[in-house]
């Protein structure tokens, strides 16, 4: 093979290009060693072995585990690789340019059903009420969430809180998302001194309706029944959940 060697700078009349190397004669330029590049180099479609991809890299062997591409930084160090058996190492997180994009896990083609397309973290306000009368003072504290997909895990510790004036159903309110389909029942909750608990109740469970969370309890050959307060200084309620939503 012939050795093409430039050791100046060769404008291409017409064009922006510092250097112009026309393939037309022979279709291809090889390059058997490393090509360096200082500054920017532009590849069209017309010149790469397949018309249609402006760039097309052929590894060494197959399944060898071999790099066939591998992007630097400045200090050269390695922040994004291509292996040839297809394994792809990035050095940071990988940010979409558009919202409500994600990965389709399990899946080869863009199946809606395989799409993960939201991932997230935070904390919400969640607020003690009652379902006939509020506390006189808002009783209020932070709980978290984490979002992964559809579905959503929330937490709240309502502790050593003054619920006096409430009265009716126990209510917490300000549920990060809201609930698709409506009325789920889930999670699990202690409670210490806030609600008044029917003696034939076996067990009670959050249960989640739009933005707000209720607690019934289940009682034996019996319909279910609300949770209701006891009023007062002192109280204490914990709960989780982990439901649907839109």
């Given at each position: 093979?012939?050795?093409?060697n430039?050791?100046?700078?060769i404008?291409?009349?017409?064009t922006?290009t510092?250097?112009?190397l026309?393939?037309k004669?022979?279709?291809?330029v090889?390059?058997?060693?490393?090509?360096?590049?200082?500054?920017h180099?532009?590849v069209?479609n017309?010149?790469?072995?397949?018309?249609?991809?402006?760039?097309t890299v052929?590894?060494?062997?197959d399944?060898?585990?071999?790099?066939?591409?591998?992007?630097y930084?400045?200090?050269?160090a390695?922040?994004?690789s291509?292996?040839?058996?297809?394994?792809?190492?990035?050095?940071?997180?990988?940010?979409?340019?558009t919202?409500s994009?994600?990965v389709?896990?399990?899946?080869?083609?863009?199946?809606?059903?395989?799409?993960?397309?939201?991932?997230?973290e935070?904390t919400?306000?969640?607020?003690?009420?009652?379902?006939?009368?509020?506390p006189?003072s808002?009783?209020?504290?932070?709980?978290d969430?984490t979002?992964?997909?559809?579905?959503?895990?929330?937490?709240?510790?309502?502790a050593?809180v003054?619920?006096?004036?409430a009265?009716?159903?126990?209510?917490v309110?300000?549920?990060?998302?809201?609930?698709?389909p409506?009325?789920?029942m889930t999670?699990?909750?202690?409670l210490?001194?806030v609600a008044t608990?029917?003696?034939?109740?076996?067990n009670?469970?959050p249960f989640?309706?739009?933005?707000?969370?209720?607690?019934?309890?289940?009682q034996?050959?019996?319909?279910?029944?609300a949770?209701?307060?006891?009023?007062?200084?002192?109280?204490?309620l914990?709960?989780?959940?982990?439901?649907?939503?839109?």
């Amino acid at each position: 093979m012939s050795t093409l060697n430039v050791s100046t700078i060769i404008p291409d009349a017409g064009t922006n290009t510092d250097l112009s190397l026309d393939g037309k004669n022979s279709g291809k330029v090889k390059v058997e060693d490393a090509l360096g590049v200082e500054g920017h180099a532009a590849v069209g479609n017309s010149g790469t072995v397949d018309a249609t991809r402006a760039l097309t890299v052929v590894g060494a062997s197959d399944g060898s585990g071999s790099s066939i591409f591998v992007g630097y930084n400045s200090s050269l160090a390695s922040k994004f690789s291509v292996r040839d058996d297809g394994l792809t190492t990035i050095g940071d997180s990988l940010v979409f340019s558009t919202a409500s994009k994600g990965v389709y896990l399990g899946s080869t083609s863009a199946t809606a059903a395989n799409l993960l397309d939201d991932y997230e973290e935070g904390t919400w306000t969640a607020a003690l009420v009652g379902t006939t009368t509020n506390p006189s003072s808002a009783v209020t504290v932070t709980g978290d969430y984490t979002k992964i997909g559809n579905m959503c895990y929330v937490t709240a510790a309502f502790a050593n809180v003054d619920t006096t004036g409430a009265s009716g159903g126990v209510r917490v309110t300000g549920m990060p998302f809201t609930q698709s389909p409506a009325n789920q029942m889930t999670g699990n909750c202690t409670l210490h001194t806030v609600a008044t608990v029917g003696s034939s109740v076996s067990n009670i469970s959050p249960f989640y309706q739009g933005s707000v969370c209720d607690f019934y309890g289940t009682q034996s050959n019996a319909g279910w029944t609300a949770v209701t307060h006891n009023a007062g200084s002192g109280r204490y309620l914990y709960f989780t959940g982990f439901f649907k939503c839109a």
